[in-house]
């Protein structure tokens, strides 16, 4: 679902005594991205809060306008993606339907998000379009005060544990608009290079260090 070669990764901590809040950590991110993408030979960039097959996930639950579970089932729920508008780029993940995350979903912007093909078959029947629909967390019936969040993209399926593991529905929120999830306390970078990424990591460091010099 995605394509390895040619990519370096990093991981970047964001403490809490120097990046309190979510809005913080978007500043920062929006200035480190850049930075990074100006590194002669760096041809995409992007962040994510969990990378695949980097040993770690984040899954939560979830509702979708119009989906109702089976009798005894459990609430939709997947894996959460909280990425730079970068990400996609960066991991050559292709876009299948709709639009990927821009710089335009901020925190001023209405709540949007990514979902994965494996999303669009569970939760939609055959020939609904999941592009406009809405996913939400909080439980109950849908009200003023629920906080919809439109579905604007759907992407391949990445594996992520494993390229046997069961497939996780995937969804991908905007790092901008991660005050829904109280922000992100570390980010994962993958940067695609034009050659050897091993080769780029002291200009990376370089860059990272020029927008914050204690990492």
Do not use: C
Not at 54 to 80: L, R
Not at 106 to 127: H, L, S
Not at 176 to 200: E, I
């Amino acid at each position: 679902g995605f394509n390895p070669p040619h990519v370096l990764t990093l991981g970047l901590s964001l403490p809490r005594t120097q990046y309190a809040t979510p809005e913080a950590q978007a500043a920062f991110v929006a200035q480190v991205m850049p930075a990074i993408g100006a590194v002669p030979g760096v041809k995409a960039v992007g962040g994510t809060s969990v990378m695949p097959f980097g040993g770690s996930w984040s899954t939560g639950s979830f509702h979708v306008e119009g989906y109702t579970p089976p009798a005894n089932g459990s609430s939709p729920w997947g894996d959460i993606r909280i990425v730079t508008p970068g990400f996609f780029a960066a991991l050559q993940i292709p876009l299948k339907a709709g639009r990927l995350l821009g710089a335009g979903d901020d925190a001023k912007a209405p709540t949007v998000a990514v979902v994965d093909e494996e999303f669009a078959k569970r939760f939609f029947k055959p020939g609904q379009d999941p592009i406009g629909r809405h996913l939400y967390f909080e439980d109950g019936p849908i009200t003023a005060k629920t906080n919809l969040i439109t579905i604007v993209g759907v992407v391949r399926h990445a594996a992520h544990e494993g390229l046997t593991a069961d497939k996780r529905v995937q969804v991908y929120f905007a790092v901008a608009q991660a005050s829904t999830f109280g922000g992100v306390g570390s980010l994962q970078v993958a940067v695609r290079t034009a050659a050897d990424p091993r080769s780029y990591v002291g200009a990376v460091r370089r860059a990272v260090q020029s927008v914050d010099q204690s990492m």
